[in-house]
């Protein structure tokens, strides 16, 4: 798909299972189950998925999927897929190697989002995009080197700190229009210093949102994920950006739901709903029309 100066590719990484009752919060099983079954863990299925944007100067990466650096338990209790090698394997297929990238957008440093950014080879820690600066919100990465008890399974010093170490991590802080046709925005209800990312041009407005609505299900407001540190905080952010992609028509796109890749939303008396669902290869011939 061209947005802007970029053709926009997905790219898939992978899966996870994660408990379902974290996912959907307060909202009773009998409800989330319908649109994602659990197994007998209590655990649903959820794509990473990551948008790679090329143009005539840059190849830009949105998250890295999980990478392959965790003990077996870990593997086990979420059931990774290689993400680093699906990772390597998708970029192939736009003949792109990882030398090739130029930027990577971290939307934040959750293991989910920020692991295929380095790997081991032989033992030795290694940056998996040597000539790429990486970024992300500077609060973020002062909380990922210090969180709380509550959240600090999910952050992996090994995913980031050689980027420290060898200078490539770019720190944010606040909304940025980074590039031509390419913005970033920064939310802290999931965690602090989150960013979203925002493609457009005059025809297409998508919005990356990451964790604030990383099912199709979390449109509707009372859907928070457990995970959130600050859920009062991220349903003022989901009213303010849902109301924004509403306003300007814009595309969701949804890194972890299994059933769609992407959004289109409505306003009702009742709150925002999902107008529809659309995979991603649904959409080159119908963006421009429907937009």
């Known amino acids: ?22 996912m959907f919060g307060v909202i009773p099983k009998t409800i989330w189950e319908k649109n994602y079954p ?3 863990k209590n655990r649903i299925s959820m794509t990473m998925k990551s948008l790679l944007l090329i143009s005539d100067d840059r190849i830009i990466l949105i998250d890295t999927g999980t990478g ?37 957008i971290f939307t934040h440093l959750h293991f989910d989002h920020s692991g295929g950014a380095t790997y081991y080879d032989n033992g030795e820690l290694k940056i998996t995009f ?14 990922a080197q210090n969180p709380s008890v509550r959240d600090r399974a999910g952050f992996y ?5 050689p980027l420290v170490e060898s ?9 940025v229009d980074l590039f031509p046709d390419f913005s ?35 449109v509707q407001l009372p859907y928070i994920t457990s995970f959130d540190l600050l859920p009062m905080i991220t349903l003022e952010e989901k009213k303010l950006f849902l109301e924004e992609c509403y306003k300007n028509n814009a595309f969701l796109f949804l890194q972890h739901d299994s059933n769609c890749d992407m959004l289109k939303i409505d306003k009702t008396e009742k709150g925002f709903v999902v107008k529809e669902r659309l995979k991603w290869g649904d959409l080159d011939e119908r963006v421009y029309q429907n937009s």
């Open 157 to 161: 010093p090994q995913n980031f700190i």
């Open 68 to 104: 392959n650096k965790y003990p077996a338990k870990v593997i086990d209790s979420y059931h990774l897929d290689d993400s680093f090698e699906l990772l390597k394997n998708e970029l192939g297929r736009f003949k792109i190697t990882p030398d090739d990238v130029t930027d990577v």
């Open 167 to 175: 200078e490539k991590l770019v720190l944010l802080d606040g909304d």
């Open 38 to 40: 659990a197994d007998e």
């Open 1 to 22: 798909m061209k947005i802007g100066c970029y053709d926009v590719e997905l790219l898939n990484l992978g899966s996870l299972l994660i408990d379902g009752g974290a």
């Open 184 to 218: 970033v925005y920064k939310v802290n209800g999931h965690t602090y210093g989150m960013q979203l990312a925002g493609i457009y041009d005059e025809h297409i407005k998508l919005l990356y949102v990451s964790d604030l609505i990383p099912l199709a299900n979390h």
């Open 130 to 143: 040597p000539n790429a600066n990486y970024y992300v919100q500077k609060s973020q990465f002062e909380w």
